[in-house]
C-alpha cells in the first residue's frame, strides 16, 4: 500500500466501550491536523458500541469500522487494523481516553527531525491531573524501561516504516503489548520521544492495566526479563 505524506493512521480496538466512544471518537474528529483515517476494529462487543461505531462511519468517511467475529483481544485486533493503514504514521487511541485537539498537529512538528522515529505526549487524567513525570525526564530511555514503561502508549506516534519494521505488536503478549513494542524500539537503536505538553487525557478507572493489575504486571515482567509469556494468565 502506498503510503500517504503527512497523512496519520488512527488505529484503535474496542470492546463494549458505549459509554467512553462518543468523547473519543469526536476528540479524534475535532483534531487541528485533519489529514487522518480512523481505522477502527469491534473486537466483539456485545453492547451497543458497533452500532455507534457505524452511525459515525456514515457521517465521516476518514472513519473505516471492522468487526471481529469473536473476541481476540488488543494486541491481535490492533495488529489486523493496522494492516489497513496507508498514513506516514501510526498513531494510538484507546477508546476511554482523550486526544486534546492539537495532538496530531504538534506531534507531527516533532517528525521535522527525521532523527526520530517514535512521539508520545504526557498526560493528565479526566479531572485535570497531571500524570507524574517518570524516570525518563532524569534516565536515558533504555535504563528508565528497566524499571517501568515511561510511555503514555495511547499517545503514541510512530513512523509506519518503524512500525513495521519491529514487525507490529508481539502477539505473545496479551497484555503489555505498548511495553514490549516501546522496548523493542529502544532495543533496535530507533529514537523515541516524549513532548512535555499533556495533550492525552486518560480515563484511569477503566484502563486495563488497573483492570487486570496481576496479568499486567505478569507480562511487563517477561519485558524486563527478556522472557516469552508462556500463555495468558
Known amino acids: 500500500m502506498k503510503i500517504q505524506k503527512d497523512k496519520v493512521s488512527v488505529i484503535m480496538s474496542v470492546f463494549n466501550s458505549e459509554?467512553?466512544?462518543l468523547s473519543c471518537i469526536n476528540s479524534i474528529l475535532q483534531q487541528t491536523h485533519s489529514n487522518f483515517e480512523f481505522l477502527i476494529v469491534d473486537d466483539a462487543s456485545t453492547d451497543s458500541t458497533y452500532s455507534l461505531l457505524k452511525s459515525f462511519e456514515s457521517k465521516d468517511n476518514r472513519i473505516k469500522?471492522?468487526?471481529?467475529?469473536?473476541n481476540i483481544g488488543l494486541t491481535k485486533s490492533l495488529n489486523f487494523v493496522s494492516s489497513f493503514a496507508s498514513g506516514e504514521y501510526i498513531a494510538r487511541q484507546d477508546a476511554d481516553d482523550i486526544s486534546l485537539v492539537t495532538r496530531f498537529e504538534r506531534q507531527i512538528k516533532v517528525f521535522s527531525n527525521k532523527d526520530i522515529d517514535s512521539c508520545n505526549t504526557r498526560a493528565?487524567?479526566?479531572n485535570s491531573t497531571l500524570i507524574t513525570p517518570s524516570l525518563s525526564y532524569f534516565?536515558?530511555?533504555w535504563l528508565s524501561m528497566r524499571f517501568k514503561n515511561p510511555f503514555i502508549h495511547g499517545s503514541l506516534m510512530i513512523r509506519k516504516t518503524v512500525f513495521e519494521e519491529l514487525n507490529k505488536y508481539d502477539?505473545?503478549?496479551y497484555y503489555a503489548q505498548d511495553y514490549k513494542l516501546m522496548d523493542s524500539l529502544i532495543k533496535n537503536n530507533y529514537l523515541p520521544f516524549i513532548l512535555k505538553e499533556p495533550l492525552y487525557i486518560l480515563n484511569q478507572k477503566n484502563n486495563i492495566s488497573t483492570i487486570n493489575k496481576e496479568e499486567q504486571q505478569y507480562y511487563a515482567k517477561c519485558v524486563k526479563n527478556n522472557q516469552i509469556p508462556k500463555s495468558k494468565l
Open 19 to 21: 459509554n467512553t466512544i
Open 65 to 70: 469500522i471492522y468487526q471481529n467475529d469473536s
Open 124 to 126: 493528565i487524567t479526566r
Open 139 to 141: 534516565l536515558p530511555f
Open 171 to 173: 502477539e505473545n503478549f
